[in-house]
């Protein structure tokens, strides 16, 4: 079945010059939530890094935060297909030999056709029994809802046989399903041939405008949870909106070279998910990552000329930064991002952290790097979200 395209054309689609397309493998896992999606990919990626393989990760549901959804893309999933072309394409312009995704897909349809240029697509399911389901969800926040929710996918997903490959995650530990995985995806991924020759340069979001808030500071003051509130009080303010996470675009391994902090690779995936969210609707991003100095932050204004971009610091002083680091050392405080590496350290290696984070804070403050800074240390989260639109000027109409 034939889709026409809900997005606008790539510049290399709408006449510009012909680009050479070397299929990367791609293996994504999906699966109702509790199954295990993230935990697995990412212990399969790891694995990869340890073998000497240049591989790169990417949670899907990280490349389609744009809300309210377009009518004609119910759930988002030929934006995320989308998104994840072109950042695919993003890891292979760094050398990247295969890719690893995590998440879901349409339960009814699979994957979009013809969305994937750059990808040669494994998919494998993974499963766990209703008991097991509802053991891992119990904990979680909005856990009965997520198992009728995963109870009624898992019935879909039965139905639609989207993948040959699958995986019964019960009672196993996550090596051992990593292990199948691969095994029962034919020793995945098949690296017979040289590396995919580099993808275009040129981000495939360049040319997106509109406004773009940019949240920056050290490790621990709260990007992603003040940006994250940020962003939903603009959706309730009625604004069409978009959220990026530059961390969660940046999982390659080893970094490229000259790219140390993956700024290059961060800033061309950003700018294509912007460039997606914008012809689908988007009236303003905001978007959340470290920057260490001037260098970085123009990275990334330079992979977005069209936009315009509104830095803003915030900022924390080393007893908060030291409290809130202690906080996600013990999964506390925060979202569980797949790879945050200060889950499960020692407190000592965590103070270190805080010292560190303390000592980039005060240099940032020094450099006065940003167009804006905000103060988090005597407010709790929603008033942070609300000082930073308000600074920013979009607290009134959201732009």
Known sequence: MSVAPLYPARPAERGGAPVSRVATPVLWLYGPPGVGKTTVAW??????????????????????????????????????????DAVVAGFVATGARCVVVSGVVDTARGVPPGTLSWAALTLCRLRTGPDE????????????????????????????????????????PV??????????????????????????TASAGSDADGPVLWLCGPTGVGKSTAGFAAYLRLLRAGRTAAYVDLDQLGFRAPAAAGDPGRHRLKARNAAALWRTSRAAGAECLVMVGPAEDAAAVATYTAALPAATVTVCRLHAG?????????????GEGSWAQPGDPLLGRPTADLRRVAELAAADAAALDRAALGDLRVETDARTVEETAEAILAAAGWARDGR
Do not use: C, F, K
Request: charged share 25%.
């Open 43 to 84: 212990a399969i990626y790891q694995d990869l890094v340890r073998a000497g393989v240049e591989t790169a990760y990417v949670d899907i549901d990280q490349l389609g935060i744009h809300y309210p959804e377009p009518a004609s893309d119910p759930g988002r999933h030929r934006m995320q297909a989308r998104n994840l």
């Open 133 to 172: 389901l509802r053991r891992r969800l119990a904990g979680r926040q909005g856990g009965l809802d997520l198992l009728s929710d995963g109870l009624r996918d898992a019935e879909v997903l039965d139905a639609a046989g989207l993948a040959e490959a699958g995986v019964d995650t019960s009672g196993l």
């Open 175 to 200: 090596a051992e399903v990593a292990r199948l995985v691969r095994e029962r995806t034919g020793g995945w991924p098949a690296l017979t041939g040289p590396p995919a020759p580099a993808a275009p």
């Open 318 to 330: 080393p007893d908060q930064l030291t409290h809130r680091i202690l906080l996600r050392g013990r």
